[in-house]
């Protein structure tokens, strides 16, 4: 089900576009058989008539149904869906933790990994739209934090935030959200059981007609706890 979500919210305009035209031809058909069956005189060419009407009006019912379907789907059902419905990663049971952490699947997969520095620069942010504030490019994180930033583009659909060891490619979701947040709190991330050393913190957004933006990535140092 959570495919058919993706699929409609994803394709809402050509969906809408393809139905457009194929209510055009069904009804021109309805209209021309209507004709057809009203000037018709002989019995055999009135239930030909007939058939090629009752045809035209199934199809032109089901063209109209369609299309109502999909307005009630893209305007009521799918705005008001959890914003993991969305997210495609192969990460996407992650976000099922409540705490912001991550799974032992995870933990091991990231321990196997060496450590690599980052640099204390952050890319692909734009402020007042995709922005992290806290914490801040080369951060020292210990424990559970509560990560504030701004969350707000024009036709938003929703977002998340994922982290990686430095210098890599293996993203992990933490969490996500579906509204719009002003230099506020985006969720919070545990980062306890994570080994301590360099890592990528990074702030994906989707609008709602399924495009990723840049991610907003910022190098932090995770420290044990003393």
């Known amino acids: 089900m959570a495919e058919l979500y993706k699929f409609l919210a994803s394709y809402e305009v050509l969906i809408y576009i393809v139905l457009a035209i194929g209510g055009m031809f069904s009804f021109r058909w309805l209209w021309r058989s209507w004709r057809e069956w009203q000037v018709a005189v002989y019995s055999l060419e009135r239930e030909f008539s007939s058939r090629r009407f009752g045809r035209s009006a199934l199809i032109s019912l089901l063209i109209v149904i369609m299309f109502c379907a999909e307005f009630f789907m893209a305007t009521f059902i799918i705005p008001g869906l959890p914003a993991e419905v969305f997210i495609t990663t192969p990460t996407l049971d992650l976000i099922s933790t409540p705490t912001g952490t991550l799974s032992p699947e995870m933990m091991t997969q990231f321990s196997g990994q060496p450590a690599q520095a980052a640099g204390a620069v952050s890319s692909g942010c734009i ?41 890599s490619d293996t993203w992990a979701t933490i969490s996500a959200g579906r509204a719009i947040v002003n230099e506020g709190s985006l969720g919070r991330w545990d980062a306890t059981a994570l080994t301590p050393g360099d890592y990528q913190l990074r702030l994906v957004v989707t609008d709602n007609q399924g495009q990723i933006l840049p991610a907003c990535v910022v190098p932090v140092r995770i420290v044990p706890l003393q």
């Open 127 to 167: 402020p007042g739209q995709v922005m992290i504030t806290f914490p801040e490019p080369g951060d020292e994180i210990k424990g559970a934090i509560e990560l504030s930033g701004t969350v707000n583009i024009l036709n938003f659909g929703f977002y998340k935030y994922e982290v990686a060891p430095a210098g």
